[in-house]
């Protein structure tokens, strides 16, 4: 059964980019505009992982991680934070939110995809 990643970016064209990157891999993509997006469309759906900027309008990476692992059936999916912030408290403060992984922008799709294999089984 194919996978759904969704991935939670206020900016199009870096959607674009991930959403193509994770159809070539084979994944189905479901995108959000912000944090609010993505946690309305997470509850109403299902997602085996989320890839989430941290700089959004509406609710931020950290308070969409925050919320999601409230959700009982996503307590243990995997969520990559793929951002332009490479800050070491930053990181420690997803890691603790309950980001699984951290990436930051610009990515290399083969990158991506490396990390999503190892993650999501």
């Given amino acids: 059964m194919t996978k759904t990643i969704m991935t939670a970016d206020d900016s199009a064209s870096m959607r674009q980019m991930i959403t193509f990157t994770l ?43 925050h919320a ?23 990181k420690q403060q997803g890691k603790l939110a309950g980001a699984t992984g951290w990436l930051v922008k610009p990515f290399q799709p083969p990158q991506l995809t490396a990390v999503i294999k190892k993650v999501l089984r």
Avoid: C, H, W
Avoid at 68 to 90: H, V
């Fill in 23 to 65: 159809k070539q891999a084979g994944y189905d993509v479901v995108e959000a505009e912000d944090g609010k997006d993505a946690l309305s469309k997470a509850e109403s759906g299902s997602i085996d992982m989320l890839i989430t900027d941290l700089n959004m309008p509406n609710m931020n990476g950290m308070e969409l991680i």
């Fill in 68 to 90: 999601i692992r409230q959700i009982e059936k996503y307590k243990f999916i995997p969520i990559i934070m793929l951002t332009t912030e490479s800050d070491a408290e930053k």
